[in-house]
T-cell receptor, first 114, second 115 residues
Framework: DAKTTQPTSMDCAEGRAANLPCNHS???????VYWYRQIHSQGPQYIIH???NNETNEMASLIITEDRKSSTLILPHATLRDTAVYYC???????????????FGTGTRLKVLA | DGGITQSPKYLFRKEGQNVTLSCEQN?????MYWYRQDPGQGLRLIYY???????QKGDIAEGYSVSREKKESFPLTVTSAQKNPTAFYLCASSPAGVDGNYGYTFGSGTRLTVV
């Protein structure tokens, strides 16, 4: 019951920008989009989140379309250490309890090439 | 330095044994979560707790048990009833319950192997 769709894998040349797309067409108006990444055998690391405006921090930029049905994570100058699985996440209703959970799909496996 | 600590990093279990995975956080977060990750797969929610002395089943709770006696601690027991326990287990916390728009802080994980 994943609520996001991401490409399975992507390659990017070192030093170039990595653009990772995500579709979240069922997102509700007050739900944030979160991005995490997971390097092999480690816990996921928070990258960035946003509601409807574009966001930027020291790690990445997040571009959210005006209709909020998709977003793109941008790593401006990818390095070999950015090789990881990147997860785009929105909330999902947890059964009929009225509470929510974050669903992690299989993400995008980004490989940065030397 | 605030964070979330999981121990041990690696754990080996004989079939038929119960094992307990530790998760401790000093972030003063109310909510805590346990996820399971199998090779090449996303994370699946086992249990979550929004407040001390309360916890709820996630998507794959069968064969697992938890407790939340202290705000800082949310241990997970993998019981002998869990038929396929070999996996990578991740603990997470967030400032408030699942109703809020808050991100998670994750621990570094425990890799459990049944031998």
């Amino acid at each position: 019951d994943a609520k996001t769709t991401q490409p399975t894998s992507m390659d990017c040349a070192e030093g170039r920008a990595a653009n990772l797309p995500c579709n979240h067409s069922t997102i509700s108006g007050n739900e944030y989009v979160y991005w995490y990444r997971q390097i092999h055998s480690q816990g996921p690391q928070y990258i960035i989140h946003g509601l409807k405006n574009n966001e930027t921090n020291e790690m990445a930029s997040l571009i959210i379309t005006e209709d909020r049905k998709s977003s793109t994570l941008i790593l401006p100058h990818a390095t070999l250490r950015d090789t990881a699985v990147y997860y785009c996440i929105v909330r999902a209703l947890l059964g009929t309890s009225g509470t929510y959970k974050y669903i992690f799909g299989t993400g995008t496996r980004l490989k940065v090439l030397a | 330095d605030g964070g979330i600590t999981q121990s041990p990093k690696y754990l080996f279990r004989k079939e038929g044994q119960n094992v307990t995975l530790s998760c401790e956080q000093n972030l003063n977060h109310d909510a805590m979560y346990w996820y399971r990750q199998d090779p090449g797969q996303g994370l699946r929610l086992i249990y979550y707790s929004q407040i001390v002395n309360d916890f709820q089943k996630g998507d794959i709770a069968e064969g697992y048990s938890v407790s939340r006696e202290k705000k800082e601690s949310f241990p997970l027991t993998v019981t002998s009833a869990q038929k396929n326990p070999t996996a990578f287990y991740l603990c997470a916390s967030s400032p408030a319950g699942v109703d809020g728009n808050y991100g998670y802080t994750f621990g570094s994980g425990t890799r459990l192997t049944v031998v």
